[in-house]
C-alpha cells in the first residue's frame, strides 16, 4: 500500500519560512507527480503545487506563488515545500498527495494523500 | 479558493438516495475529468471517484458520479451512518493551471 508520511511542520512568525517534506514508499516515485493541498483549520481543501515525477514541471496556485518552492529528490523518495514570506493566512494542514496527470484523455487526479503536516504562522 | 461550487450539506435516512452538485466552469469541469474525495474528521482525504465516474478499488458501487456540461455531481444509494463525511469534488483548471477544489458538502445521515 502507498504511503506518503509528511513532517516538518510547526509554529513559525510571519515572514519567516519553513520546508516541509512528505517521505513515499511502496510505489516507484520517480514515475508519478506530486501534489502540496493545504486546509486550513475548519475549511476546505486548497491546492498548492504540484511537480512532475522528474521534477521539470512545477505548478503554483497564485496565493503562493513566488513564495513556495516545491521540489523533489527521487533518490530519496522524497517530496518538499520550501515555503518563504509566510502570513496567517498560510495556517494551515499541508499534505502531499500522489498524482495521475494524464491530461484530457485520462483525467488528473489525486489517488493517495499523507495524513499532513500542521503549519501555524503566529506572532 | 475554491473555484467549484457544492451546497454546504446535504442529508437522508440510511436506505435513501443523495446527490451533490458540482459547479465549475469551461476551463475545468467543461474541460477536465472530475474527480471526488471523501474526508472523515482528522484524516486524510481519500479518492473516491476519478474520471467522473471511475470507482478505485475497494469503493462501493453506492458511489456513482456524473458529468454534464460544466456540472458534476455525485450519488450516494443506499444511505449508510458510514458515509457520513464531507465530500469535495475536484478538476484540473486550463486558466489556473492547477487543481480546483469544491467547496465542500458535509453528508449526514
Known amino acids: 500500500e502507498v504511503q506518503l508520511v509528511e513532517s516538518g511542520g510547526g509554529l513559525v512568525q510571519p515572514g519567516g519560512s519553513l520546508r516541509v517534506s512528505c517521505a513515499a514508499s511502496?510505489?516507484?516515485?520517480?514515475?508519478?507527480?506530486m501534489s502540496w493541498v493545504r486546509q486550513a483549520p475548519g475549511k476546505g481543501l486548497e491546492w498548492v503545487s504540484s511537480?512532475?515525477?522528474?521534477?521539470?514541471?512545477?505548478y503554483y496556485a497564485d496565493s503562493v506563488k513566488g513564495r513556495f518552492t516545491i521540489s523533489r529528490d527521487n533518490s530519496k523518495n522524497t517530496l518538499y515545500l520550501q515555503m518563504n514570506s509566510l502570513t496567517v493566512e498560510d495556517t494551515a494542514i499541508y499534505s502531499c498527495?500522489?498524482?495521475?496527470?494524464?491530461?484530457?484523455?485520462?483525467?488528473?487526479?489525486?489517488?493517495?494523500w499523507g495524513q499532513g503536516t500542521l503549519v501555524a504562522v503566529s506572532s | 479558493q475554491s473555484v467549484l461550487t457544492q451546497p454546504p450539506s446535504a442529508s437522508g435516512t440510511p436506505g435513501q438516495r443523495v446527490t451533490i452538485s458540482c459547479s465549475g466552469s469551461?476551463?475545468?469541469?467543461?474541460?477536465?475529468?472530475v474527480s471526488w474525495y471523501q474526508q472523515f474528521p482528522g484524516t486524510a482525504p481519500k479518492l473516491l471517484m476519478f474520471?467522473?465516474?471511475q470507482r478505485p478499488s475497494g469503493v462501493p458501487d453506492r458511489f456513482s458520479g456524473s458529468k454534464s456540461g460544466t456540472s458534476a455531481s455525485l450519488a450516494i444509494s443506499g444511505l449508510r451512518s458510514e458515509d457520513e463525511a464531507d465530500y469535495f469534488c475536484a478538476a484540473w483548471d486550463a486558466s489556473l493551471t492547477g487543481f480546483v477544489f469544491g467547496t465542500g458538502t458535509t453528508v449526514s445521515v
Open positions: 511502496e510505489f516507484t516515485f520517480s514515475n508519478f507527480a
Open positions: 498527495a500522489k498524482a495521475v496527470f494524464r491530461g484530457l484523455y485520462g483525467g488528473n487526479y489525486l489517488d493517495y
Open positions: 469551461n476551463s475545468n469541469i467543461g474541460y477536465y475529468y
Open positions: 474520471r467522473n465516474n
Open positions: 511537480i512532475s515525477g522528474t521534477g521539470d514541471y512545477t
